[in-house]
């Protein structure tokens, strides 16, 4: 699976911006589809995650609220809405795909994500 991330850019607290994640290869319907990001300095954290058939979402509790995650599976287009964004939202983000159909417990796990998408960076500054 070859993941391909855009739509980051400089935007203003509260502010939108909205994410695209192209997938390209082989993809299961299971198997669930995540965002997540790495500020400066910190380590990479989950922000949300959905399967391709559909299903629960699932998200961080920082974003939860103000962020949404959708798919296309016949584009094979992952979407990350990020509305009302703060400068603690300033990031990295990565699209990912996961090597598995994975359970709750294991979602937000980046461990259990096999593919990774280059990273679009979004900062959020005044």
């Known amino acids: 699976v070859q993941l391909q991330a855009s739509g980051g850019g400089l935007v203003q607290p509260g502010g939108s911006l909205r994410l695209s994640c192209a997938a390209s290869?082989?993809?299961?319907?299971?198997?669930?589809m995540g965002w997540f990001r790495q500020a400066p300095g910190k380590e990479r954290e989950f922000v949300a995650a959905?399967?391709?058939?559909?299903?629960?979402?699932y998200y961080a509790n920082s974003v939860k609220g103000r962020f949404t995650i959708s798919r296309d599976y016949a584009k094979k287009m992952v979407y990350l809405q990020m509305n009302s964004l703060k400068q603690e939202d300033t990031a990295v983000y990565y699209c990912?795909?996961?090597?598995?159909?994975?359970?709750?417990?294991?979602?937000?796990?980046?461990?259990?994500?096999?593919?990774w998408g280059q990273g679009t960076l979004v900062t959020v500054s005044s």
């Open positions: 959905i399967r391709w058939s559909g299903g629960t979402i």
């Open positions: 990912a795909a996961a090597s598995g159909a994975l359970i709750q417990s294991t979602i937000r796990q980046q461990e259990y994500y096999g593919y």
């Open positions: 290869g082989r993809t299961f319907r299971d198997y669930p």
